[in-house]
């Protein structure tokens, strides 16, 4: 497309700051990408064996991240919410295109961007195959592209009544961390370190993704929070859920915090990017090895029930077993949504 000339000029910066890294990348890697950056279009070889798994999302400046945030972080984010939500379908990475628009070619930040972008993209081995570039309002919109075993998908449809309610790593520390950010809440500076990367720099549970397909009936990834999110699964599901608030695995840095601050962030905080997901309980024994091969916490919170009304509904139990009244329940179900 054609779009407004600058100083560096579109073409200089999208050679320097995108093109040769992911020519080194894909000079370095066997990969699925027969022709990269540079024509009118990219090409990914295919096995016919697989199903193309495709995701999209946008960063918007001033809406997502703070408008001075480190260019770096910002790479590394916006890869890796995609790469989460390839995680979630049991994908692996086959590439991304990132489609940027940019108030002026600063080299410095585009610099420290394509940094931290290509730090994941190298990490998870998921390449750069083209893209856009435009002046406007800083806006970051990256769309990945994933391989899935055919019909091995795990759907947000999938999940059976018995199910086990499984959630990776902690919950809520993203949202501690942007509570301190905001001084909502005073943390010290190492609790606020620790709580700071997951917020900035999400890992993509894509190993997991993978390990999961043929085991979970259902998964997903909590970006918006775990129990609004959750409640996708029911809804395409068209189950209840029964949920154990104090079995919501939470960091220690977390646990600091009053209890009600704890439920609150972990069971609706957002931005975690771990993924949730359901499985029969005859599946616990492999669950339990993913977990250890993985190093990764994986966590029982709850169970799929018969779906009681005519809309899915979550039954939070508290820590005397006691179910939560529909006000408590309904504050931790509240999950973030742009248009409210
Ligand atoms: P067209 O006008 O045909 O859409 P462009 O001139 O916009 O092509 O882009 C030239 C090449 O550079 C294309 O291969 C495109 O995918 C790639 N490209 C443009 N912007 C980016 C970007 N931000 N990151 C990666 N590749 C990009
Ligand atoms: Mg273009």
Redesign the pocket.
Known sequence: ?QSQTSSIGEFDL?QRF??AQSELMLANNPSSVKLG????C?LLKTEPTEEIAITSDMLVSGRHFFADANPERLGWKALAVNLSDLAAMGARPLGF????ALPEPNPAWLEAFSNGLFAIANTYACP?I????TAGPLNICITAFGGIPKDKAILRSGASEGDDIWVSGTVGDARLALAALRHEIELSKENLASVEASMHQPTPRLDLGIALRGIANSALDVSDGLLGDLKHILKQSGKDAEIFLDQIPKSDTLRKQSAAIQNQYAASGGDDYELCFTAPSSKRDVIAKISADLNLPLTQIGSIKSMQHSAPAIHIIDNDGKELNSQQAGLLLKSFDHFA
């Open positions: 497309m999208i995108f093109k950056i540079g024509d009118d990219a295109t990132l489609s940027l750069l083209g893209g856009d570039t």
